[in-house]
Structures are given as structure tokens and as C-alpha cells.
């Protein structure tokens, strides 16, 4: 009869109620089993061809960045530093973008020689990371730096496309016994 209702016993309603939660855990199963699947193929957000340009721009930039520190190019330098970056330098002080063009401009940041090795690019999306390994022969503020480092940079691709150092952190690599002479 239409609109006739039937009135279910208490076992019957929990059978119910119970196939109603099996229907819901089996169809969640189901599709989190598929985004699983999906999430396990590994996806470049980069085609192949556009990410080795862009691990070339990088490199050039990290070149740009050496020839600018060898030759005091505060111009280059203001040009490869975002406006909020910031540094952790060898002896672990902060310095804004700021600070390291004064420092270039005034000569406390001078080097000699900067070899660059063992260069690693990664991407995160719109974000590069750089290590690296440098033998340098310089001076800071802080006196005579010569010595082998261990580096990281890092690049974000700006809103017009353009990759900026947003961080920096440099340590000096010490060999085994070698002890930290600004303890």
C-alpha cells in the first residue's frame, strides 16, 4: 500500500542499521584503497625536459651568486636575494639581505677564492634546494675564513617567475680532532 509504513522489530532495525555501516565502511575502504593507489604513483610535477632548463637556471644562478661575491657585485647580489632573506652565517649569526650587501659594499666580506663541488639540486614545487661543498679563501668581520664548507641555499620562484635566495646556511666542515676554536 503507498504511504503504509512498516514497523520493524528492534533486532530487525539494528540489522539495519548495521548493513547501513557496513555499505559506508566498505565504500570508504573502497575509495580510500584507490587514493592510496594514486598517491603511490609517482607523479613529477616537473616534465622531464623543463625540469633539466630549470636545474640549468639554477646553476647558473649559484654562478652568478660566486662571480658577485668574488667581485663585490653588490648589484648582482641585491638582484639574487629576495627582500625577506635571511642567513645563518659559519659562526651561527643571522644576517638579512641587508647586512650581507653592507657587509660586501664595506670590504668586511672579501674573498679570494671560492671553489664550489658536490652541487645537489632539488625541487620542491616552486621551490629549489641547493647543497653544496666550498673552499674558500676570505675574511669577514669575523677574521680569516679560508677553510672547506658545507652549504645550503635556497631558491623560491617569485609571483613574476624569477627564482630568489630566500635562505642560506653555511658550516664549516672540521676534520676528525679538529676542535671548534670559538667555544
Known sequence: MPGATTKLSMPARRWRARGAILTAFLLLTVSSGAVARQAGKPKSAIPKAQKHETRHEIDQLEDRW??????????????????DYLAITASGTLQTKEQALDNLRSGRTHFTSLEITDRKVRFYGTTALVTSVADVQGTTGNGDVS???????????????AWKVVSFEVSRIREPGEHNEHK
Open 147 to 161: 677553510g672547506s664548507y658545507r652549504y645550503t641555499r635556497v631558491y623560491v620562484r617569485d609571483a613574476q617567475g
Open 66 to 83: 660566486r662571480d658577485a661575491v668574488l667581485k663585490s657585485n653588490i648589484t648582482a647580489m641585491q638582484n639574487l636575494l629576495a627582500d
